[in-house]
C-alpha cells in the first residue's frame, strides 16, 4: 500500500507540474517564457552537475549492507552534499563574470542547492523505504513549488518574480521537510574518507551521463532559439517543457518503487532465474507505462493545443509536440531503462558512452532535420526524434549485458494503445472531436487491458509469492 501512495504521489506531481506549466504559459509573454524556460533547463543542469553524484551513490550504496552502514553512510552524503552546495554558489558568483545578472545568477545558484539537496533527501527516504514520508513531501514539494511560482508571477508577471516565486516555495519546503523528518535519523558516526571515494568514483559517472543527458535538450532549445528567435521558438519550447516531464515523472515513479528491490536482489543473489524474472518484469513495466503514458499524451494533444495553450504559442507547440512525445518516449527509455545493466554491474564507460551518444544523436538530428528540409519547428524536433530512435537503437546493446526474461503482452497491449491515438489524429482535419473521441475510446481501452495483464502476470503472481 506504500508503494502504491508513492506511486499516487507522482502522478500527483505530473498533474500539478502540467498545470503549472501551462498556468506560466499563460502569465507570461512569450519572451519571457522563453527566458523562464531557459533558466529551468540551466537551474537543473546546475543541480545535476553540482549534486547528481551524489544521489546516483546514495541510489547504489545508501543505506548499506552491513550492520551500522546506514550512518556513515548518510554522513558521507551530507558532507559531500554540502562541500557541493559550496561550489555551486562560487560557480553561480563567476559566472557574473561572463555577463549573466548578478540577481539571475545568485537566483539560479540557490535553487540548484535547494533541488539538489530535496531530491537527495527524498532518496534516502525512498531507499529506506519510507514510502509514506517520500510521498507526503513528493506531494507537498509538488504543491509548495507551484504556489509560489504562480504567486511570483501574479504579483508582477515577470520571468524574475516568476523565478523568486520558486525560490521562495524551495525554502519553505525545505522548512516543512525537516519538520516532518525531525525525529529520523539520530544515529551518528564518523566521517569516513573512504566512502566518499567510492560515492565519487560511482557517482561522478553516473552524474556525468546525467549532466549530458540533460545537455541534450539544453542544446536543442538553443538550436530552436538561434534559428527561430525566442518569440518564435516559444511554442516549441513549451512543447518540450510539458511532454518530457510526464515521461520523467512515470518512469521515476516506477524506479521509485521498483529499483530498489533489484538492487538489493542483485547485490545478493546475483544474476540468478528469479533475478531474471525480476529484472525483465522492471523493464516490461517501464517499457509498458511508458507507452501509456504517450497514448494518453496524443489522446489529448488537439484539444489541449486548441483550448488550453495560448494563442501566441499555439501553431509552435502543435507543430513541435508530436515529434516531443516521440523523443521524449525513446530517451525516457534510452536513459532510464537501457542503462540498467551498466548501474548494476558499475560498467561505468557504457553509461557515459551512451548519454553522450544520445546527445549528439538528437542534437545531430535537430540539425539536420534544419538543413534537409526547413528551420521549423516540426522540422527540427523531426530531426530531433529520429536520432533519438538512433540512440535508442544503441543501447540495446547495453541492455542485452544481463539476461532477462521480458513479459511481453502487456507492453504490445500498451504499443496497441498508442497505435489508435496516434492514428486517430489523421482524421483531425476532418472532425475534432470524431478524432479525439476515437484515438481515447480506443487507446483507453488497449491500455486498461494492458493494466489487467499486468496485474495478471505480475502483481497477482507476486502478491500470491
Same mark, same amino acid.
Given at each position: ?13 505530473? !498533474? /500539478? =507540474?502540467?498545470? +503549472?506549466?501551462?498556468? *506560466? #504559459?499563460?502569465?507570461? $509573454? ?6 523562464? %524556460? &531557459? ?122 518574480? !516568476? /523565478? =523568486?516565486?520558486? +525560490?521562495?516555495?524551495? *525554502? #519553505?519546503?525545505?522548512? $516543512? ?6 525525529? %529520523? &535519523? ?280
Amino acid at each position: 500500500m506504500a508503494k502504491i501512495i508513492a506511486l499516487a504521489a507522482y502522478f500527483y506531481q505530473a !498533474a /500539478v =507540474a502540467f498545470g +503549472l506549466l501551462i498556468a *506560466v #504559459a499563460h502569465l507570461l $509573454l512569450p519572451a519571457d517564457y522563453a527566458a523562464y %524556460s &531557459l533558466f529551468i533547463s540551466i537551474s537543473q543542469f546546475a543541480a545535476i552537475f553540482c549534486f547528481e553524484w551524489v544521489r546516483f551513490a546514495c541510489s547504489r550504496f545508501y543505506p548499506g549492507q552491513a550492520p551500522g552502514s546506514e550512518a556513515a553512510e548518510r554522513t558521507a552524503l551530507t558532507v559531500e552534499f554540502a562541500t557541493c552546495s559550496v561550489i555551486c554558489i562560487l560557480a553561480a558568483l563567476a559566472s557574473t563574470f561572463f555577463a549573466v545578472p548578478k540577481e539571475i545568477a545568485v537566483l539560479g545558484g540557490l535553487v540548484a542547492i535547494f533541488q539538489g539537496g530535496s531530491d537527495l533527501h527524498l532518496t534516502m527516504l525512498r531507499f529506506r523505504q519510507e514510502f509514506r514520508a517520500f510521498s507526503r513531501l513528493q506531494g507537498s514539494r509538488a504543491t509548495i513549488l507551484a504556489v509560489g511560482t504562480l504567486g511570483g508571477a501574479a504579483i508582477m508577471p515577470s520571468f524574475a518574480y !516568476a /523565478v =523568486a516565486g520558486l +525560490l521562495a516555495g524551495y *525554502v #519553505a519546503y525545505s522548512a $516543512l521537510a525537516m519538520f516532518l523528518t525531525r525525529n %529520523s &535519523l539520530r544515529e551518528a558516526a564518523g566521517f569516513q574518507l573512504p566512502l566518499v571515494r567510492k560515492h565519487f568514483v560511482y557517482g561522478s559517472v553516473a552524474a556525468g551521463a546525467s549532466v549530458i543527458g540533460l545537455l541534450a535538450p539544453l542544446g536543442l532549445k538553443s538550436i530552436l532559439t538561434a534559428a527561430l528567435g525566442a518569440g518564435g521558438a516559444a511554442g516549441a519550447l513549451l512543447a518540450l517543457d510539458l511532454l518530457q516531464r510526464p515521461f520523467v515523472l512515470i518512469v521515476s515513479a516506477l524506479q521509485a518503487i521498483q529499483y530498489p528491490d533489484v538492487v538489493a536482489t542483485y547485490d545478493r543473489e546475483g544474476a540468478t532465474a528469479a533475478f531474471r524474472r525480476q529484472l525483465g518484469g522492471y523493464y516490461s513495466l517501464l517499457t509498458g507505462f511508458t507507452l501509456m503514458t504517450a497514448a494518453g499524451i496524443f489522446a489529448l494533444l488537439q484539444p489541449v493545443g486548441h483550448f488550453v495553450i495560448a494563442q501566441g504559442l499555439r501553431d509552435g507547440f502543435l507543430s513541435a509536440a508530436p515529434f516531443v512525445t516521440g523523443l521524449s518516449v525513446c530517451r525516457a527509455l534510452t536513459l532510464n531503462m537501457l542503462p540498467t545493466p551498466a548501474h548494476l554491474r558499475h560498467r561505468l564507460l557504457a553509461i557515459f558512452l551512451l548519454a553522450a551518444i544520445d546527445c549528439a544523436l538528437l542534437n545531430a538530428g535537430a540539425l539536420a532535420g534544419g538543413y534537409l528540409v526547413f528551420f521549423s519547428d516540426g522540422a527540427l524536433m523531426a530531426g530531433a526524434m529520429v536520432g533519438a530512435l538512433f540512440a535508442m537503437a544503441v543501447g540495446v546493446k547495453v541492455l542485452m549485458a544481463l539476461p532477462f526474461d521480458f513479459v511481453w503482452q502487456p507492453v504490445a497491449l500498451s504499443a496497441a494503445g498508442l497505435a489508435v491515438p496516434v492514428l486517430a489524429t489523421a482524421g483531425f482535419d476532418y472532425s475534432l472531436w470524431v478524432s479525439v473521441g476515437a484515438g481515447m475510446a480506443g487507446g483507453a481501452a488497449f491500455c486498461l487491458l494492458g493494466l489487467y495483464s499486468y496485474f495478471v502476470k505480475m502483481f497477482r503472481r507476486e502478491a500470491a509469492s
